[in-house]
């Protein structure tokens, strides 16, 4: 049984013995699929409109590589092979030389133990070729301008719904001015005063993508129920500033509701791996592997849903501590053990903030399915999507990717954003709800052909 | 922060059937005069073959050595279910299945003694580059050779009994996948490949052969199970993350493969002197196969010292016809066909036994140079259902390890043997 030959050389003996096997054994069967088709729709000029979910930040940050593998560059991939695609999907990559934008967290060994390392000035951005220009803005560290035409994807990391619309917050607070992300999409002109929704209408899609409303839930829930001073959309989002500001998003988009396109709803943030990873009891086993007597922890959470006063008390297997729990606790000693000096209250998310947030997503994912009917465009239920994801992974091609941290491939070092495999996954659920409304056949793409976490 | 039970608990492994034209991964290219006969042998006493097909019968085989070999060309087609990337075809190889047999005895007498050796099972699958089950299986290659000593008794000129000891004398196996772990800076993922001997493994089969006239036989026969092992295969890991190390750090496996038993009958009717024709019904006893269950030593492999993988293979049906005419002092023409049934249940189809329900067509011939010397030719070509199964079939299966889409195969067998009769 071992291989002789092969059959290339083997035909011109068996074509001389006249047996004509050539023509018997040669022909391959073909297995036909469906062809790719567009139905009705007309891709040409796909515009995405979102937030981080959608720029394609990953591992903490947004950077070249990152963005090349964003759900709407899958997206727009997948469209052409209708043969109605974009010509280009322009995305606001970093000049070269900068390629690594605002930096990316990788994991690291130190001692011994893997741990995510977040790239800053004292680590030297962990050698990342990192776009940032020295100045501080109230959002981060500015990043280089972009500089090219419009881009496609519009998508703005740590933009909501509630930024996005001036009028809102009476432009007291411009968000070109605040985020870096979006202060570099701009002109200096543009940067006091061009809102988001604005910048979306300069658009002339002929199809669009819009995941927005993310961050009205998940900027309150990240950092621990704590409404940070400093931060004008730190809150989470009342319905009716949301509303208001979701139809105006949309009506811009979709030109009044001319234009054809998807939306996708919130997931709810507490099932991502940056509330789920540092447990309670994870912290109490650390402490017990160093040899302390240590058998509970405190923080600081709240003492009642109608009030905002916080108070210590032990921690239980309800609280969900974020993901940066961890390096907190190493960095400040005496922190966790005692009730004088328990973890404070924004890097706990306790069972009344976790209502609050899971309650707000509920409500504001009614407004989306209302908004979306209204303008006759389906909605990828990314909540379910996800959820599901979260309880018990999403096969693809013989590999089960979960919501454990690093290990399950779908969600990046930063514990809330997709790795390129997770964006990929999510791409294929963009497709199969816009193939389901309109009947378009557009395929699918191998998700597994996208990295998952990269380990040292 | 360890890695899960990432892995190895998904995968692959052994065995596929690229040579294989009987159900799951055996190759049923015994005998070129069988081969062209639809593979039929049970209730025939053509030829030294009977030792395989049915000791009994070999009481009344002429005695003689023959050897032969076949090319298998298998030729699959994989489409994943979804996905945009089109067909995936094999780069097919092909393997060359072989058989010899020598038997000795009285030319009129009543008992027979014979040697053999033979290939009933193996595979040999490369899958395209980056195909989309790569997590599953990139590569297969397994080979086995079984020898078989037997003795024959006629008990009566109408009855005869036989018995052969079988050896798993040779085997070896290479398994290859790809593990979805990804180091920094390599664009590639984590890539296993599992290689190993087989232990030698003894088994028997036994056959009875009723002949109540020349226009007539019957025969019963049973081969046993064995089951091949590999103790100590070798663990070859490439692009394994630095900091992983002790996740996957396992350089030898053990593994069993239950090959099964095959309970047979077959009938041989010659209406004429010169015309022959077979009917033969093999039971495969497949479900023997319930898991594919891999231990790691010195180590683990995704954080798990084992793995298990689903098979639930089932007992399966074939059903042989095949008929031989003789035209004048030289020349025999032989024809044949065959209907198999899958050992692989729907949804459990792995990409190292693409198995589906099949049918197949033979033809064959013999030149008889003179009394003594002569030359077999046989020709088979299998042709396998299409088969697909969706991801949800997979997860409600549990056997989410594999890929989702349809599998189709060809397989074209062109064969020669040598024989001589003593």
Known sequence: MTTFFSFNTARPALALLGLGLAGLAGCQSNLDGPSASPGTLDFTSYVAVGNSLTSGYTDGGLFNDGQATSYPAILAQQFVKTGKGPASFVQPAFSAAKKDGSGYIKLQALNGVLAPVQPT????????????????????????????????????????????????????????????????????????????????????????TCWMGNNDVLTYASNGGVVAATNPFANLTDTMRFGIGYRAILTSISKGGTVKGAVANIPNVTSVPYFNTVTVAAVLASYKAAGLPITAIYVTARTAATTTVTAARAATATDLLT???????????????????????????????????TARTTQLNAIIAKTAQRFKVPVVDANTFLGSVASSGIYTNGVNNTATFASGNFF????????????????????RVINAYYGSTVPTVNANDYRGVLFP | MQVKSLLFAGGALLVASSGALASGFQVGLTGAKNVGMGGTGTGLYLDQASQFFNPGAFAFAPTGFQVGGNLAIPRISFRPAGGDQGQRDLQNTNVVPFSG???????????????????????????????????????????????????????????????????????????????????????????????????????????????????????????????????????????????????????????????????????????????????????????????????????????????????????????????????????TLRAGTFYDFSAVRDGFVTPETPDADRIGITAGFT????????????????????????????????????????YKTTIAVPGVQLYVKF
């Open chain 1, 323 to 357: 993901l940066t729990t961890q390096a907190y606790i190493a960095a400040n000693p005496g922190v966790g053990p005692s009730p004088a000096k328990p973890i404070p209250s924004d890097y706990v998310l306790d069972p009344i903030e976790q209502t609050e947030v």
């Open chain 1, 121 to 208: 000035a004292a680590n030297n951005y962990l050698s990342e070729q990192v776009a940032r220009t020295g100045t501080p803005l109230p959002g981060g560290d500015q990043l280089e301008a972009y500089s090219g035409p419009q881009p496609d994807n519009l998508g703005v990391p740590g933009i909501s719904v509630l930024s996005s619309v001036s009028a809102l917050t009476r432009g007291l607070a411009p968000y070109g001015a605040i985020n870096p992300f979006y202060e570099r999409l701009l002109t200096a002109a543009e940067k006091p005063s061009k809102d988001y929704v604005t910048y979306i209408g300069q658009k002339t899609p002929t199809f669009f």
């Open chain 2, 101 to 331: 047999f020598i038997g000795f005895g009285p030319k009129e007498g009543k008992w027979r003694l014979g040697l053999g050796v033979y290939t009933p099972f193996g595979s040999e699958l490369h899958y395209a580059q980056g195909w989309e089950g790569r997590y599953s299986l990139t590569d297969i290659n397994l080979r086995s050779v079984f020898a078989q000593a037997t003795a024959a008794y006629a008990i009566t000129p109408q009855l005869a009994v036989g018995a052969g000891l079988v050896m798993l004398a040779y085997g070896d196996v290479d398994l290859q996948r790809d593990v979805p772990v990804q180091a920094q800076g390599s664009t590639a993922p984590l890539h296993a490949q599992l290689t190993g001997k087989a232990d030698r493994k003894f088994g028997y089969n036994l056959g009875l052969m009723f002949k109540p006239s020349d226009k007539l036989s019957v025969g019963l026969s049973y081969r046993s199970a064995i089951d091949a092992h590999v103790s100590s295969g070798d663990i070859t890991l490439t692009n394994r993350p630095a900091a992983l190390a002790s996740s996957f750090s396992a350089t030898k496996f053990d593994v069993t493969l239950p090959l099964p038993d095959v309970y047979s009958v077959g009938l041989g009717v010659r209406p004429t002197e010169k015309l022959l024709i077979a009917f033969d019904a093999n039971l495969v006893g497949w479900s023997r196969y319930q898991s594919l269950d891999f231990a790691y030593t010195n180590g683990v492999l995704g954080g798990q010292a084992a793995s298990s993988s689903k098979r639930q293979y089932q007992d399966a049906l074939a059903f042989r016809l095949g008929g031989q005419y003789q035209f004048g002092e030289h020349f």
């Open chain 2, 367 to 406: 030149y008889a140079i003179n009394s003594r010397f002569g030359i077999d030719g046989s020709f088979l070509f299998e042709d396998f259902r299409k088969r697909s199964q969706s991801q949800d079939d997979l997860i409600s299966n549990g056997t989410a390890d594999r890929v989702a889409g349809t």
């Open chain 1, 412 to 431: 990046g070092l930063d514990g809330v954003h997709p790795t390129p495999r997770g964006y990929a996954i999510i791409a294929n659920e963009w497709i």
